[in-house]
T-cell receptor, first 113, second 111 residues
């Protein structure tokens, strides 16, 4: 597609529920990134894929967070046993190669109640 | 570690006013520097970038110069429009992929 597509746009989860957030990058983009943006803050890096390989997951805040990109295109960020502190906007971005020239999606706003 | 500090908002201006948003950074090496913009209801967009000292990035009337001696990358526009109302993020990258963002500055331009 023309841009990075994320779904759902909004997700409300009860504490303890598992959630899955989807990202469709721009076709042909090799690199894919996930960021977490808390209210009033800048995005924080979570993880990075090059094709299907997860090259950096140092930003994932706990082992409840898991990301995958099995065929090198669509990616899913999964959060198990959600907690209130997980409430944030989750941003996906893709690029042909690194260097910060990413295209960001509009994000998924997760609210844990 | 790497960090970015940018001017706190919100900033409210009248149309045609001059805009400056200050950004300073801390990095261990020689990072690339970026300004991203987020318009209401939209995703982050790259506004401009500079990859080495004294480089000037520019786009849509916005400019920022990479100042190594002051570790700064201030964003400026000479005459803002209502359509420039957005949240502006300063960011740096020392790797090929990982961006470190500032907290963002909300700018509102009134007609």
């Amino acid at each position: 597609g023309a841009g990075v597509s994320q779904s759902p746009r909004y997700k409300v989860a009860k504490r303890g529920q598992d959630v899955a957030l989807r990202c469709d990058p721009i076709s042909g983009h090799v690199s894919l990134f996930w960021y977490q943006q808390a209210l009033g803050q800048g995005p924080e890096f979570l993880t990075y894929f090059q094709n299907e390989a997860q090259l950096d997951k140092s930003g994932l805040p706990s082992d409840r967070f898991f990301a995958e990109r099995p065929e090198g295109s669509v990616s899913t960020l999964k959060i198990q046993r959600t907690q209130q502190e997980d409430s944030a906007v989750y941003l996906c971005a893709s690029s042909l190669a690194g260097t910060g020239g990413y295209t960001f999606g509009s994000g998924t706003r997760l609210t844990v109640v | 570690g790497n960090s970015v500090t940018q001017m706190e908002g919100p900033v409210t201006l009248s149309e045609e006013a001059f805009l400056t948003i200050n950004c300073t950074y801390t990095a261990t090496g020689y990072p690339s520097l970026f300004w991203y913009v987020q318009y209401p209801g939209e995703g982050l967009q790259l506004l401009l970038k500079a990859t080495k000292a004294d480089d000037k990035g520019s786009n849509k009337g916005f400019e920022a110069t990479y100042r190594k001696e002051t570790t700064s990358f201030h964003l400026e526009k000479g005459s803002v429009q209502v359509s420039d109302s957005a949240v502006y993020f300063c960011a740096l990258s020392e790797s090929d992929y990982k961006l470190s963002f500032g907290a963002g500055t909300t700018v509102t331009v009134r007609a």
